[in-house]
């Protein structure tokens, strides 16, 4: 027992010997030094509290950007105004977007449900008249970057569709015997759609056969006359 009390004394003292080292570092400091040291703990600080109450506000919602040509336009949410381009974090559930600018440009509404996924809405405001015309030609730039991002969005979805049911790697087939294509219905399932005189479904089914990793059991097909 007592070598212990001296194990603890012995480390009690070099702790006390490193915080007047460090207050004799400190003290030692010119005023510059010292105010920059103190202003480097302020926003450490501030970083730390900030990003903490970040994940807070954050927990339990969507990563969600809302972007529409041209930048000006007014986006809405359920009648709540938010920036337009700009990344939100939205909670799952039902939405009503409005877009809309002037009385020279159409006014986009439709209903969006937003999931545990993120989430990507990139659109376009289209001309009602001249003025609108003129409108757009002078913010085609504004156009033109985001009808890019539309392209790159479609052509990711299509990677990932392709990825969730790799039968969409092989379609659509059309020849003079038969027909195969898709669609997603208002669920947003996968038919499979075989358009073909009835016999030649057989053939038609034979081909889906050679299909790789596309198990047609878990396919929802339609066959049609």
């Known amino acids: 027992m007592p070598a212990k009390k001296k194990t603890t004394k012995k480390s009690s003292t070099k702790n006390n010997t490193r915080r007047n080292t460090a207050k004799r570092a400190v003290k030692q400091l010119s005023p510059r030094a010292r105010l920059i040291l103190l202003i480097s703990v302020i926003v ?3 970083i ?3 990003s903490i109450i970040t994940l807070i506000y954050r927990a339990g919602k969507t990563k969600t950007i809302i972007q529409f040509a041209p930048n000006a336009a007014k986006v809405s949410l359920n009648g709540t105004q938010v920036s337009n381009g700009a990344t939100i974090w939205l909670a799952p559930g ?3 977007l409005v877009v809309s600018l002037n009385e020279h440009l159409e006014t986009h509404e439709e209903d ?3 999931t545990n996924k993120d989430a990507e809405y990139y659109g376009t405001l289209s001309a009602l008249d001249d003025e609108g015309n003129e409108y757009i030609e002078k913010h085609r730039q504004e156009y033109t970057k985001v009808e890019g991002m539309v392209g790159i969005l479609l052509n990711r979805q299509g990677k990932e569709n392709r990825s969730e049911h790799p ?6 087939i059309n020849n003079s015997l038969y027909s195969i294509s898709y669609q997603y219905n208002d669920n947003k399932d996968l038919e499979i759609y075989v358009k073909s005189d009835p016999k030649y479904l057989d053939v038609a089914v034979a081909k889906m056969k050679l299909f790789e990793n596309v198990d ?3 396919q929802n097909i ?3 006359n």
């Open 216 to 218: 047609l059991e878990d």
């Open 44 to 46: 450490f600080a501030f």
């Open 94 to 96: 039902d939405y009503h």
């Open 222 to 224: 339609i066959f049609l």
């Open 48 to 50: 730390i509290v900030y």
């Open 167 to 172: 039968i969409l790697n092989y379609l659509p």
């Open 112 to 114: 969006i449900t937003i």
